[in-house]
């Protein structure tokens, strides 16, 4: 899940499209609106001689007449607006068009990945791992509470599995519509195939239906960017600083099955990184694993296991192995 300068390159042509589209649909306004309302062309021409003489006068450093020659070319813009409004015309209607008006479709404000740039990137990345078809499928819609005991209590959560997850999907719920307000963190654990999984499928849907940030990975698939990211030669540094970008700025990181990696001093380190520089910068997580808090605390240092315990909601989920009971069921069907 990295992108090769080729595919920087296609975002960027992405962008010169649409300054092109959005310069011609400029252009055919304006022949429309001089068609329709000659006064308009005769103060666009009359804006056009002042602009550059505002652009000599500042040149050579006259301020006074340049700032003089700026107070004009407004006074004729409101002009323009009234006229516009008058003929049943938006006042902005002449003005220029920006799919994204922040970095003006440049993708960039100052030195900075504009946050529609970092959204590309992402969406580039999910049509290269097809997790925008498992959305379609696992999310908030499809939930269904029925794979869920409901004839016995759980002694570590005080409630059967099926209450349990009803609490459990209500905080899902109320995360995926907030985060990106409230900068919490989720630590999803229990057994294998209580859904934990398909709960992050669901928050991650939701999440990106709202327009923001999305990074899902495995804790194997994040390692193994992490390291080629350390020690692969051949990655430009603009791949690089990418990788890092994504993964430590989007909205919402997903780590899924923690505890699958094989867990050795770099990945404890870089795993560390990631969570604190992320809390630092208030960008909020989720984690799922199979692991139990004993074993969380016995693979992983101390403070990668204080981090989780002081800063993430902690979700037990309970109940038995639903990809097991879907197999038997689908067996008898």
């Known amino acids: 899940m990295q992108l090769l300068n080729e595919q920087f ?7 010169n499209e649409t300054q092109l589209r959005n310069s011609r649909l400029l252009l055919e ?13 005769e103060l666009d021409r009359r804006i056009s001689e002042l602009s550059l003489n505002a652009a000599k006068l500042a040149l050579d450093g006259s301020t006074t007449d340049s700032s003089n020659l700026n107070h004009d070319i407004k006074t004729i813009s409101q ?6 409004s008058q003929h049943g015309y938006p006042k902005n209607y002449l003005q220029p068009i920006y799919s994204c008006p922040d970095c003006q479709d440049t993708g960039y404000i100052g030195d900075e990945k504009c946050h529609c740039f970092r959204k590309r990137i ?37 409630m059967t599995p099926r209450d349990n997850i009803r609490r459990i999907r209500e905080t899902a719920l109320s995360f995926s519509q907030n985060f990106h307000q409230t ?28 327009s923001h940030t999305v990074v899902y990975l495995t804790s194997l698939g994040l390692f193994d960017i992490l390291e080629k ?8 540094s603009v791949e690089k600083s990418a ?19 094989l867990n050795n001093g770099f990945t404890s380190s870089q795993l560390y990184q990631v969570i604190d520089t992320r809390l630092i910068h208030k960008r909020s997580t989720i984690i799922s694993t199979n692991l139990s808090f004993d074993d969380l605390r016995e693979q992983y240092s101390e403070r990668i ?5 002081s800063s993430y909601t902690l979700l037990k989920l309970t109940g038995d192995d639903i990809r097991l009971k879907k197999a038997i069921t689908a067996r008898h069907t």
Do not use: M
């Open 9 to 15: 390159n296609s975002i960027y042509l992405e962008y």
């Open 29 to 41: 306004r304006q022949k429309e609106i001089h068609a329709k309302i000659p006064e308009i062309a």
């Open 79 to 84: 002009k323009k607006a009234v006229l516009l």
């Open 122 to 158: 992402v969406s580039y990345l999910y049509e290269q791992s097809n997790l925008q078809d498992v959305f379609k499928t696992e999310n908030f819609s499809q939930f269904n509470e029925e794979y869920y005991p409901d004839d016995y209590v759980e002694n570590s959560t005080g």
């Open 183 to 210: 900068h919490d963190n989720l630590l999803l654990y229990g057994n294998t195939g209580v859904g934990k999984t398909f709960l992050t499928h669901c928050i991650a849907g939701e999440a990106l239906q709202h």
């Open 229 to 236: 990211n350390k020690f692969d030669k051949n990655l430009t």
């Open 243 to 261: 990788t890092v970008s994504y993964i430590l700025d989007c909205d919402l990181l997903i780590i899924d099955d923690l505890g699958t990696e």
């Open 305 to 309: 296991f204080s981090r989780l315990t």
